[in-house]
């Protein structure tokens, strides 16, 4: 054996190695409350929060308590490793890691590995995903977001480092039954293919607050116009003007609501490649087209993909200022290039949004690979193929989103590809995956990282599969039913369509509820559709004991350790158990305090795993103890600007409660100037201890929408009754 | 819309972005007689062919006939963009690419798109594979290496450029019912993540001779040594030394050919990480053991990964040179450093090989990502986990083979990970997969890549299965069991013993005509177990039209546009075609040229689909036209050192044949200095015009192993016989 080593030598040669293995310290700086950034090596000049282009909400930032770091700072280890960024994060024994994309089967990501990249699902939780956004929340109560609009890797506690820490035992697989093919693993390690990049971490005294932060950085979620959620149905792809309109008609005959409807590919002269233009044929007057549904109170929504065809106006304008690869034989825009924007809004403003077309359908900005550009494509900008497809969703969003703006007309739409930053952008995601179950894990991940999601109806085998897909999506940021291929209608299975008509509704019964909601998720950044591992009571625990953890009688502890991904809170006050077509019975996971029946007001459980057998016509719904619901009796749509609406305030349990009723025009951004109203109910104990109901004064604002005649629901009939 | 475009400023911009679209006029040479070599960029210090330290058979490419640069040079076009190597290949419409990798499902890689990753093969061929080797050989007879150490991807005819040469038709996917999801493409595309890379290009009248271009710039194909070609049985893990020589005994007493035998984890005092030193309570006396096993003519092949456990003598030797994470607590030894190289040979040929261990299996160098180094690991050397994943397998191979190199004493073993310039590797490649019919895929497109792979048997559920594999598995590079996991034997299935030691003596009779194929890899290049597309009338035919191909008379045209993936050949005369266990029937393509079967001699078809019924005992072979088979009688174990054998040859058909009968001693390299022969053996009319064989004067050396006499054995009736 050689007993010099050639350790010098080996070290000397890496340093020529161009950015191997070198070391950087991260100065880590407070730029919000209880936000801190750092940045490594040279950051891109392009990032998912700058193609977001966020506005961060400093004055709500304040209003939460301060935080601390949540790492002791020279854990956190950073290099330079083969010209890319090497990230090094703790991880302790009992800590959960959520987040880090629109993952579809797993909620808890700790022992996987992601490779963030904007694809079409494919039906594994490996990173590839419609907005594959890295920024993963701890169950200790902290945030990382990694601002790079690269590629990523992220190894969630896999790898085992030599110099770990809390390294794992060493076993012999010849005869010790405890070895194992994954040993355990104390840190994130993370690879950004790039000369550097920004990170960010938000702090938190639990895992919703640091979310909170998060989505509050990003400008606090969207709110979207009152009619954005009503319910939508999108026709079929070649429907002419004259078939939408008696599609509305259709709803109103029966009785069903309709909110918006959306116009699929075949509104345009040709599609795929696409030239934006209506199609004379189907669509001989656009704006009269429009204009009717309009009188019908409904809004209009268009289809598109951006890839241009080189049979339309737009293309010679685009020359020079589109990649260098087709998509469907249609050239693709550079967004990133202000020409190229500033031709396509005088498009679409002039051609859709002046003659009133509310918003779009923005599909196939995220893959799959045999479809978009390839990586080896390039720009005119001089972006890459990578940073393009990791950008292109949120660059679409956003240029689309200031078209409305400018206008001061809120948009709400759909589409394919998002990704860091995404919280105020007025898009829900979607995709052909069509997993009603997994779609519904979607909703609850889409909680950890500022996207919206909407488990889509389309087609069902039964009448119960329809039902249940219906129930779920009229709990969900869009009640919508895509029919863009096959045209069912909700009263398409009749034995049915009593108890969708129910449930479509009840969500237009619950909109004061939901806008109130929304309204938090723009003002303090809280997820309007909330993974129970966001819930108070599911956070970690440090002192819990492995073995206690099976019982029970103990779901929180139980909670942490098995991942909980089909249920989930829509809003502070309501738990949803969405059913599953075949399945007549369910488990739900009841958090701590008294939970009540949405539907009857009776007690269902405490800290417990409920066994339900709820029968097809409803969706389990619960309500915490002390939870108020305030909302209008059913209506066709949602309240127009200057509508006033009769208020039904139901309450739950036993307990004082309190909820801000959150209203304003629903139309327009002139809340952001202070144009809203925020009204205290109060169920609070009279001297007597009999519960009483009062809407307290205004907090902000003039009330808007809503009639002074308030019906009080005391749900719950052990309780005392009304005001 | 703005009238002035901002392109100029744009294109300022992508020039101050590191590497973004700089194209690079490609400088091709001819290194070798057909074969071109371009760099782009700044190729690495570690590429494919320099981890597997090539030596190029310069005479024997010599001997191949002059070949024309396949491309027009100027449609090769090259560019850095992102700091990555772009690189873009011509493609022509009649076109069909093979190769890119082990894949186990498809053997047409047009229209794919492949990320070239070393990686345990998880059932889809997207280019995460065992041996993702980036070079595709064209059914115009040429071959494309990429050589670099980098996940490479290529979009095999994919991607759709602005630029097209041969652009495809826009349709408008409204109306058209000929729109396409996938339009047609001009071109393969590659990203090579890196700064720059040596490309090749092998040129050939026919995709084989690409392919021979390929293996001898490699250095030719290993030739095994004889007992390699023998059968092998792996054994259960847990096996003492005395369990093992009872297995050595129960097949002679079964009569059941057994050349080498495989121990597996349990020889060592740690495994999961490894020790690679002696249990001392299963393997009391390794030397006795060894010598033992040796005495009943029996070799041993030992297992191992290469992660070193820290409880071994070897680790603290190997301080400061292994990367950095573990791999099962394992520290991974940096192979591209010669002082690591050097201690683990200290200790290997110490412990193992001076006391007579023939060869290793060397696992789990492959992947998958949960267990070895992630690509956030650094190495003492300076290479990247990247780099080290894609050449491990290389390295590990060449390392271990020259150990047995300087004894001059060959090996032969198995391992699970390898790549491009591997063709001289000693390796077999194996997986844990094991589909049967994905098995006899991946042979077929191992003749593409330079590989060599074994579709070992490890268990089965019913006898039939049982049989089948076994038929397969003795028509393939190595004939193994592998009953680490359950202790299965060749007799298990008592119905089939028979037949199972019918098929295992079948290939034991072929050894010559077996050897004489492994020698022609060796010294012209030709893969052993060849793809039918690699076959003379299988080849590219450009006057083909489209509607002519599904014709069952015109097998060639369809073989071009119908993947082969479950027949192939053996050498230049024997046809495999393999049945699957459940299938009492199957199709096989007959080539151009009458056909003969192979255990009867009759005559089967010529250019033709035929179906066949062929019963349980025996797997279907047929004998090409003029087809001699030089064999041997039944024996147990190859041809020692200095033995001979009787040669029996067997002749098919009715034209005039040759074959060059090949032999040398076996086991050393001193074939390499001339010490082998080559014997022709003649099939030719006489005057009257009847068939005799004659043995000719030997083209080279003196013969080798075998008597005198000769047995010939007419196997078509219809012709005349006998010398």
């Known amino acids: 054996m050689n007993s010099i080593r050639t350790i010098f030598p080996a070290l000397f040669l890496s340093l020529l190695f161009c950015g191997t293995a070198i070391a950087q310290e991260l100065a880590w700086t407070e730029i919000e409350n209880g936000i801190w950034k750092a940045n490594v090596g040279e950051p891109e000049d392009i990032s998912l929060l700058k193609a977001a282009e966020i506005h961060p909400q400093v004055g709500a930032l304040n209003q939460l308590p301060a935080a601390v770091f949540p790492f002791i700072k020279d854990k956190i280890k950073t290099k330079m490793v083969d010209g890319k960024v090497y990230l090094q994060f703790p991880l302790s024994r009992e800590e959960q890691i959520f987040g880090l994309g629109l993952n579809f089967k797993t909620v808890h990501q700790r022992g996987r590995i992601m490779r963030l990249h904007v694809d079409h699902y494919g039906g594994e939780d490996n990173g590839r995903t419609h907005a594959p956004v890295p920024f993963y929340v701890s169950s200790k109560g902290y945030g990382v977001l990694v601002d790079a609009a690269r590629y990523i890797t992220v190894y969630v506690g896999t790898g085992v480092r030599v110099d770990a820490d809390d390294p794992p035992v060493v076993r012999d697989r010849n005869t010790d039954k405890d070895w194992s093919a994954q040993p355990y693993s104390d840190a994130v390690e993370i690879l950004v293919p790039a000369k550097g990049t920004d990170i960010y971490v938000y702090g938190g005294s639990t895992p919703l607050e640091a979310v909170q932060r998060y989505n509050l950085y990003n400008g606090g979620g969207y709110l979207p116009p009152k009619w954005g959620l009503g319910f939508t149905q999108r026709v079929p792809t070649l429907y002419s003007q004259g078939d939408i309109l008696k599609e509305a008609k259709d709803f109103e005959a029966h009785d069903f609501p309709l909110d918006f409807i959306g116009v699929e590919p075949g509104w345009q002269s040709m599609s795929y490649p696409c030239t934006f233009e209506w199609d004379k044929t189907r669509f001989p007057d656009p704006k009269r087209f429009i204009g009717d549904l309009s009188d019908m109170g409904v809004r209009s929504n268009l289809w598109m993909n951006p890839y241009v065809s080189p049979t339309g106006t737009l293309y010679p304008k685009l020359e020079g200022l589109t990649g260098s690869h087709t998509v469907w034989n249609g050239v693709v825009p550079d967004l990133m290039l202000q020409e190229t924007r500033d031709i396509l809004k005088d498009h679409f403003v002039q051609n859709h949004i002046n003659i009133g077309v509310s918003g779009y359908k923005i599909d196939e900005v995220d893959g799959y690979d045999f479809w978009v550009w390839p990586d080896v494509a390039t720009f005119p900008s001089g972006y890459s193929g990578e940073q393009m497809r990791q950008v292109y969703g949120l660059l679409i969003q956003n240029m689309t989103a200031k078209w409305f703006k400018e206008r001061n007309q809120r948009t709400y739409g759909l589409v394919r590809a998002s990704n860091g930053g995404a919280s105020a952008l007025p898009y829900v995601i979607y995709n052909d995956y069509y997993s009603h179950k997994d779609f519904i894990t979607a909703l609850v991940n889409s909680s950890f990282i500022g996207v919206l999601w909407t488990p889509e109806v389309r087609a069902s085998k039964t009448a119960e599969e329809w039902l249940r897909r219906m129930q779920s999506v009229c709990f969900s940021p869009m009640a919508m039913l895509n029919a863009w291929a096959d045209g069912t209608k909700p009263w398409s299975f009749p034995k049915v369509e009593a108890a969708v008509r129910d449930v479509a509704n009840l969500r237009m019964q619950l909109l004061p509820y939901i806008y109130s909601t929304f309204s938090q998720y723009h003002f303090e950044g809280l997820p309007p559709f909330r ?193």
Chains 1, 2 share one sequence.
């Open 531 to 723: 993974a129970m591992n966001l819930v108070d009571g599911f956070t970690y625990d440090a002192n819990v004991a492995e073995g206690e953890l099976d019982s029970t009688d103990n779901p929180y502890k139980l909670a942490i350790k098995s991942e909980i991904k089909d249920q989930y809170m829509m809003g502070d006050n309501i738990l949803v158990a969405p059913m599953f077509a075949g399945e007549k019975q369910r488990k739900v996971i009841i958090p701590k305090g008294k939970w009540f029946d949405f539907y009857n007001g009776e007690f269902v459980g405490e800290n417990e795993v409920i066994t339900i057998t709820p029968g097809l016509d409803k969706i389990p719904l619960y309500v915490r103890d002390g939870g108020i619901i305030p909302m209008i009796p059913a209506q066709r749509q949602a309240p127009k600007n200057g509508e006033k609406s009769n208020l039904i305030i139901r309450y739950y349990g036993t307990k004082e409660g309190e909820f801000v009723l959150y209203d304003d025009d629903g139309v327009s951004f002139d809340f952001e100037k202070g144009q809203f109203s925020k009204v205290n109910i109060l169920i609070k104990k009279d001297k007597k201890g009999i519960l009483r109901g009062t809407i307290g004064s205004p907090a902000k604002g003039k009330p808007y929408g809503y009639n002074k005649k308030v019906t009080w629901e005391f749900m719950t009939k052990s309780t005392d009754k009304k005001q």
